[in-house]
């Protein structure tokens, strides 16, 4: 919230305990301060270091796997580029957007 110069307090009226977790972040019910509509929304938080602990246990993994499995190698490198993108809420957030544009626009959407 920092980065926007902005407290939890300034956008949230209310955050509630957690409602589920997993491996690298958490979610909490919370409801936006009028200012920013006001509305009950799902806040997900990530852990703290959840993002260098991965790379580090990765980088453990990737080793072991050079000895025991040498061509494993472009495999390993795709699969931590695809769960690097795991830690980028923003764009998380943008795609679930257009799921909901697009599933605004299905004839079986509850409208």
């Not at 920092?2 to 307090?9: R, Y």
């Not at 920013?36 to 990765?58: I, L, S, Y």
């Amino acid at each position: 919230m920092d980065s926007q110069g902005l407290t939890i307090e300034d956008v949230f009226e209310s955050f509630d305990d957690v409602l589920g977790s997993a491996s690298i972040g958490q979610v909490h019910k919370a409801k936006l301060t009028p200012e920013f509509g006001g509305e009950t929304v799902a806040v997900k938080v990530m852990h703290p270091n959840a993002e260098t602990r991965f790379r580090n246990d990765f980088k453990i993994f990737r080793t072991l796997c050079k000895v025991a499995l040498p061509g494993w190698d472009p495999i390993l490198r795709e699969l931590e580029m695809q769960m690097m993108t795991e830690f980028d809420y923003t764009n998380e957030g943008q795609n679930l957007l257009q799921v909901g544009k697009n599933m605004a626009k299905s004839p079986y959407a509850n409208k």
